[in-house]
């Protein structure tokens, strides 16, 4: 019974020349108690496959339609060159993809790191095992992969984020222009374990593997990637860091996703010799 109510209803676009689909779904938050519009990318479905997947978070006032229409326009072509399922929630527009200490309503750190991903499980041909999992974002949604990823660290094998709003503490009046305050409360009394520096210790850790990367041109977010990144470096955090031109638009973080995406494919191909 619980299953039946998990999703309100499912809308299909199979696209012929893969045969592939597009699938939008409500898959329903028991923590939130609602409903959250998520749109899921397959390849060709074989039957008796079992696919890899990649948890993928928009930027903040973004949504999963237009992830896939405009800030990753290849995403379905990857699908069926990499063989991935992509999962693309939405995150609410300002969600920042936290449990939120104030807003009952926006609980979506629980909802992808643990509701969405049992559901995905449940009613998909995947490999249920973090071996075969990723997460990566941009802005918002790269400084939510990391938060979703490193909690979720038994869940999730790979983490990546591009052009990340990776730390609160220099954001000045973005803080509040951002709507953090909104789910966070002000900055003042904010809680120290939603600052990404502070989850550099678990990292060490994790088991896991982490890709991140900004535009040259990017100045709200490069000091802070940059300031991460050597943070990492001192910690002896295992992971990827690329600088490219670009500032933060959609023509950057088209290009940073995609090449992502293959970095992804590279890291799941090695893990399995």
Not at 15 to 31: C, D, M, N, R, T
Not at 44 to 60: A, D, E, F
Not at 94 to 117: K, R
Not at 225 to 230: D, E, G
Request: proline residues 3%.
């Amino acid at each position: 019974m619980k299953k039946t109510a998990m999703t309100c209803f499912i809308f299909v676009i199979i696209l012929p020349a893969f045969g592939q689909q597009i699938i939008h779904e409500q898959v329903y938050s028991a923590k939130m108690q609602k409903k959250v519009p998520v749109v899921i990318i397959t390849p060709n479905i074989v039957k008796g496959k079992s696919y890899k997947t990649v948890y993928i978070l928009h930027g903040y006032s973004g949504n999963s339609e237009r992830t896939y229409q405009q800030d990753i326009p290849d995403l379905t072509t990857k699908s069926q060159l990499f063989q991935t399922i992509y999962i693309l929630p939405d995150g609410n527009f300002n969600s920042w993809y936290v449990d939120s200490p104030i807003d009952s309503g926006s609980q979506y750190q629980t909802f992808i790191g643990d509701e969405l991903v049992k559901y995905v499980d449940a009613h998909y041909p995947v490999v249920s095992n973090r071996a075969s999992r990723g997460i990566l974002g941009w802005s918002m949604g790269g400084y939510g992969a990391i938060n979703i990823g490193v909690t979720f660290s038994h869940v999730f094998s790979l983490v990546g984020s591009s052009c990340g709003a990776l730390d609160f503490a220099q954001f000045g009046e973005a803080y509040h222009q951002y709507q953090v305050d909104q789910v966070l409360g002000a900055y003042q009394q904010l809680d120290r374990s939603y600052l990404t520096s502070n989850k550099i210790g678990k990292m060490k850790n994790a088991d896991q593997f982490y890709i991140l990367d900004c535009g040259i041109e990017d100045k709200q977010m490069i000091g802070m990637n940059r300031y991460f990144h050597n943070q990492l470096i001192d910690a002896n955090v295992d992971h990827i860091y690329q600088e490219s031109k670009g500032a933060h638009d959609t023509s950057y973080w088209s290009r940073s996703l995609s090449n992502q995406l293959a970095l992804f494919e590279n890291y799941f191909y090695y893990e399995k010799f």
